[in-house]
């Protein structure tokens, strides 16, 4: 067994997590399409799109988890959106609604977020 076997994932940085959310909402209309049709298909291709837009060797296997842990922890702690688990974020992609408690985690992440969705859609 080689030592980076024994090591832990990397943390995801800042800049990995916005690429992450950008891209999901910059793809979200596919990742919808996909996920409506069949869940399961649905989050399997959000994951491959997103780990390849976050490169630095991001497995979709990690972007799942990176998705559920974003919503365990800034997304909503009560109402029905709360008992979807991350099904949501699939949905409708990483704004306030989905994930309202995200600047708790990364201050002014929501509105980078909605700054680099107003110069895409320029």
């Known amino acids: 067994m080689s030592s980076s ?29 996909e996920f409506e049709a069949d869940k399961k298909s649905g989050v399997a291709y959000a994951s491959h799109v997103l780990s390849k837009a976050i490169g630095n060797d991001r497995t979709p296997a990690s972007v799942r988890a990176k998705i559920d842990h974003l919503w365990r922890e800034a997304g909503p702690s009560n109402g029905m959106d709360a008992k979807q688990h991350a099904d949501l974020i699939y949905l409708t992609g990483a704004w306030t609604r989905t994930l309202p408690s995200l600047d708790a985690l990364y201050p002014d992440m929501l509105e980078r977020i909605a700054s680099a969705s107003k110069s895409q859609n320029k």
């Open 5 to 33: 076997d024994n090591q832990r994932p990397r943390k995801y940085t800042e800049e990995e997590i916005f690429t992450l959310l950008c891209s999901l909402n910059t793809h979200i209309d596919d990742i919808r399409k």
